[in-house]
């Protein structure tokens, strides 16, 4: 009896002993892991020239976590955050760049710099950060192609805009696929849009303005059960127009402007309600010809329609990005920053449009 009490007492304290070096041994973990992130961090500025007004006061003596541009997760120490936009950054980002050890990251904002040393755009982007929501690189000088592996990131918020990114479009060929803003305007792409873009099915905005796109946009695009925004501005895309489109029940903002679209489909809607959240669209500068659009404008519910619009606003305000399109009035380009939700347009301007296009208009 005595003798079991004591072997109780015995096995109480070793299990003690080895819970309190598991404790230790996790916050040392932690710690050491926080502390690798740091001379990542470190690393990654001392891999530019010079240091930039929001990394100068980066010092291996001080907390990581007081760094300008850096936001960190307050229990683990991980950094989550980097937002060096607009630092005139200067010079490479190589694969082996210790940014790509920061594998905790949720937003990295690196916009506005020049990065054109790189060389090809790093792949790494693809599959470095699991859990990133926002990868902003827009206008960074980068060259190369966009990497497969990130249309795979979940809830992706991705801007790519203003860079020399060309050769194919990232396709994910699993169901997983949830990117949510592919912002790739004013880049090097070619060639046509790969039918299994519409695999990446949680897309909400598609903004390719102003590449160098050819031929017609894919059946498989009547598949984007959750696309706003549409932009295939600037390009040299041809085809009929794209009747695939009219079932999107969330469709807000269809660009097509300066291309070569032509033709109308004589065959009429089997839809009742074409195109049931259209707000602005914009055909002009095509070759369409024929009395088509006149047949979708009287359908334009969400151009007639105050409820769908009230829906449509509140929608739209509850996201935090904002969608910004280039919009023609009378001839004169428009550059709105937001989509204003109460603004409606259309423009068809500079084509061959016929019959009785105004009549409809001004029931709109
Ligand atoms: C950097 O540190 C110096 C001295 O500690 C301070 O005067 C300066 O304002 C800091 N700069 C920034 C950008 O935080
Ligand atoms: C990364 O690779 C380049 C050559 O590709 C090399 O010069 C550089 O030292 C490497 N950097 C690190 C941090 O390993
Ligand atoms: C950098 O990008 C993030 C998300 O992409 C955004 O929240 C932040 O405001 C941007 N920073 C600047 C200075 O625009
Ligand atoms: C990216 O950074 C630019 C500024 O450089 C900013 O305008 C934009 O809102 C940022 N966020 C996203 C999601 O692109
Ligand atoms: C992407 O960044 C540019 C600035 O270069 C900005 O104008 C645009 O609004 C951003 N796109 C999104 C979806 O935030
Ligand atoms: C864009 O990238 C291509 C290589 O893909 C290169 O030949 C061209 O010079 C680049 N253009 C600019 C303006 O940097
Ligand atoms: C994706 O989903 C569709 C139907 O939703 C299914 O037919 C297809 O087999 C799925 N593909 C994969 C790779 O899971």
Redo the contacts with the bound molecule.
């Keep these: 009896m005595k003798m079991c009490k004591w072997t109780w007492y015995k096995a109480i304290l070793v299990l003690l002993i080895f819970f309190r070096h598991q404790l230790v041994g996790s916050s040392t973990a932690t710690s050491s892991n926080a502390a690798k992130q740091k001379t990542a961090l470190f690393q990654f500025k001392q891999s530019f020239r010079i240091s930039t007004p929001k990394t100068i006061n980066w010092s291996l003596s001080s907390d990581h976590c007081t760094w300008e541009g850096v936001s960190y997760d307050q229990s683990t120490g991980d950094v989550i955050g980097l937002d060096l936009s607009c630092s005139q950054l200067e010079g490479a980002i190589l694969p082996n760049s210790t940014l790509f050890q920061l594998s905790h990251l949720q937003f990295l904002n690196l916009?506005?710099n020049d990065f054109s040393l790189s060389g090809q755009f790093p792949q790494q982007f693809g599959f470095f950060a699991q859990g990133l929501l926002h990868l902003?690189l827009?206008?960074t000088q980068f060259w190369g192609r966009v990497p497969s592996g990130i249309s795979r990131l979940y809830k992706l918020?991705l801007?790519l805009?203003?860079n020399n990114l060309s050769g194919v479009l990232p396709i994910c060929q699993t169901n997983f696929s949830s990117l949510l803003?592919f912002?790739l305007p004013m880049n090097n792409i070619r060639g046509n849009i790969p039918a299994t873009l519409s695999k990446i099915r949680y897309l909400e905005?598609i903004?390719l303005n102003s590449n160098q796109l050819e031929g017609r946009i894919p059946s498989s695009f009547a598949e984007f059960e959750f696309l706003q925004v549409l932009d295939l501005g600037n390009h040299q895309m041809n085809g009929a127009f794209p009747q695939c489109l009219e079932a999107l029940p969330n469709l807000q903002v269809l660009v097509l402007k300066s291309n070569r679209f032509h033709g109308v489909k004589k065959k009429s809607s089997k839809i009742e309600h074409p195109f049931p959240s259209l707000r602005i669209i914009d055909l002009s500068y095509n070759e369409f010809s024929g009395p088509l659009p006149a047949i979708y404008l009287r359908n334009f519910k969400a151009m007639m329609n105050g409820e769908v619009n009230k829906i449509a606003r509140s929608y739209m305000e509850r996201q935090y990005?904002?969608?910004?399109t280039s919009l023609v009035i009378k001839g004169v380009d428009l550059v709105l920053?937001r989509i204003l939700t109460i603004f409606t347009t259309i423009d068809i301007s500079s084509n061959n449009f016929e019959g009785k296009i105004a009549e409809y208009i001004l029931e709109i």
Aim: a negative charge; zero cysteines.
């Design positions: 916009s506005q902003n827009s206008n918020i801007n805009s203003r803003v912002d905005t903004n990005y904002s969608d910004s920053e």
